[in-house]
């Protein structure tokens, strides 16, 4: 069956535009987790969703980032105002559930640069 | 607040030799698994494999294997007949009971023929 996919692969912006990334979870996974993977931080959590509770955005670094889930299918990560800083991969995973005996499947990842 | 640590950066492995990854951690959680995954350039990490810390068993997957020492803290992964598919990154994770994976930094494999 399909994978976790994410769309841009990869995103040039200008500092100061808002960007969307997106992603398509596989078909049934009820949890999805967005994380960023940056040289200066690392592989870092960022917001994760589950079912129809209210995610947990613990990870989010700045009201500039923002992330919403339609439907409990596709979700949608928002960076408003970009920064430099803000350049990274941003990895998107999806389980069928939220224990870690549910295995996270990640997709490939959207490149942001911000000039 | 859990932590993961990778202290090796690089490595590096003769193809079909065995090469072993360091991984400690630090956590006041009783009930929680313990992963390694791989990341390609390519960017898809992928599991390579899970240990929950209530199983005293070491968990193996074909040709990897992890030596978990629960009171150390420590969870390395050993990759045997290295192959050159196995030239990666390799990351250690946790997850507990807030259910996000927190990373280590990271391991960079080699593999040379």
């Known amino acids: 069956g399909a994978g976790v996919s994410q769309s841009p692969s990869n995103k040039v912006t200008e500092k100061g535009k808002d960007v969307e990334l997106r992603c398509d979870p596989i078909s049934g996974h009820t949890a999805l987790y967005w994380y960023r993977q940056s040289l200066g931080q690392g592989l870092e959590f960022l917001i994760y969703f589950q079912g129809n509770s209210a995610p947990d955005k613990s990870g989010l670094p700045s009201d500039r980032f923002s992330a919403e889930r339609t439907g409990g299918s596709v979700s949608t990560l928002t960076i408003q105002r970009t920064q430099q800083e803000d350049s990274a991969v941003y990895l998107c995973?999806?389980?069928?559930?939220?224990?870690?005996?549910?295995?996270?499947?990640f997709g490939p990842g959207t490149r942001l640069t911000v000039l | 607040a859990q932590t993961v640590t990778q202290s090796q950066p690089e490595m590096s492995v003769q193809e079909a030799e065995t090469v072993t990854l360091s991984c400690t951690y630090d956590t006041s959680e009783s009930d929680y698994y313990l992963f390694w995954y791989k990341q390609p350039p390519s960017r898809q990490m992928i599991l390579v494999i899970r240990?929950?810390?209530?199983?005293?068993q070491n968990a193996t997957e074909n040709r990897f294997s992890v030596n978990f020492q629960k009171a150390a803290k420590s969870f390395s992964l050993k990759i045997s007949d290295s192959q050159l598919g196995d030239a990666a990154m390799y990351f250690c994770?946790?997850?507990?009971?807030?259910?996000?994976?927190?990373f280590g930094g990271g391991t960079r494999l080699m593999v040379k023929p």
């Open positions: 995973a999806s389980s069928s559930g939220t224990s870690g005996l549910n295995e996270q499947f």
């Open positions: 240990q929950e810390a209530y199983k005293q």
């Open positions: 994770a946790y997850t507990g009971a807030g259910n996000m994976l927190t």
